[in-house]
T-cell receptor
Framework: SQQGEEDPQALSIQEGENATMNCSYK?????LQWYRQNSGRGLVHLIL?????REKHSGRLRVTLDTSKKSSSLLITASRAADTASYFC?????????????FGDGTTLTVKP | DGGITQSPKYLFRKEGQNVTLSCEQN?????MYWYRQDPGQGLRLIYY???????QKGDIAEGYSVSREKKESFPLTVTSAQKNPTAFYLC???FGTGDGNQPQHFGDGTRLSIL
């Protein structure tokens, strides 16, 4: 079964608005990563947040992690049409699963010009 | 430019046929992965390899086989035992082994369909 589950499944906003996606997971993790996938392409790594971090920024991206609630959020500020893509969270290897990441089903973001 | 190259981009399989998907990386990465993605879903791990001549089954290995004879290459064979092979297949890699903290680099995928 999938470790991470994104919410919402789909999100549609106007250019310039902020987009927030959430990820929940079930077991303890070493890290959580967010990826973007444009239609018909491979995934592109966006940001990694470790289990001892609470917030991380990269350009217009802000990721938070709440290990007590086993959840993370990805905020994209001032969205652009080019941000239209699917976004996935992936939980990083822990102990015997070291090296493996488990992906959720993703949030499909549509940014209207 | 360094990266991961998957080929072919599109592949069609006939009934009872084995097909092989190619994945080559020139990033000098140690670990390589194969994932399957069905429409509207996330990635499911098929096989992974952390060093040459060694690989492990992922969550959905049945009907698939791999080899890792060279560090830069990790081909995936979809055998006739895989009854529902239609999907988007993604190859990924990263530095290091035994550490889930490494971001994965992905190829652009192979879309496999049944004729």
């Amino acid at each position: 079964s999938q470790q991470g589950e994104e919410d919402p499944q789909a999100l549609s906003i106007q250019e310039g608005e902020n987009a927030t996606m959430n990820c929940s997971y079930k077991t303890s993790i070493n890290n959580l990563q967010w990826y973007r996938q444009n239609s018909g392409r491979g995934l592109v790594h966006l940001i990694l947040i470790r289990s001892n971090e609470r917030e991380k920024h990269s350009g217009r991206l802000r990721v938070t992690l709440d290990t007590s609630k086993k959840s993370s959020s990805l905020l994209i500020t001032a969205s652009r049409a080019a941000d239209t893509a699917s976004y996935f969270c992936a939980t990083g290897g822990h102990n015997t699963n070291a090296g493996k990441s488990t992906f959720g089903d993703g949030t499909t973001l549509t940014v209207k010009p | 430019d360094g990266g991961i190259t998957q080929s072919p981009k599109y592949l069609f399989r006939k009934e009872g046929q084995n097909v092989t998907l190619s994945c080559e990386q020139n990033l000098n990465h140690d670990a390589m992965y194969w994932y399957r993605q069905d429409p509207g879903q996330g990635l499911r791990l098929i096989y992974y390899s952390q060093i040459v001549n060694d690989f492990q089954k992922g969550d959905i290995a049945e009907g698939y086989s791999v080899s890792r004879e060279k560090k830069e290459s990790f081909p995936l064979t979809v055998t006739s035992a895989q009854k529902n092979p239609t999907a988007f297949y993604l190859c990924a890699s990263h530095f290091g082994t035994g550490d889930g903290n490494q971001p994965q680099h992905f190829g652009d995928g192979t879309r496999l369909s049944i004729l």
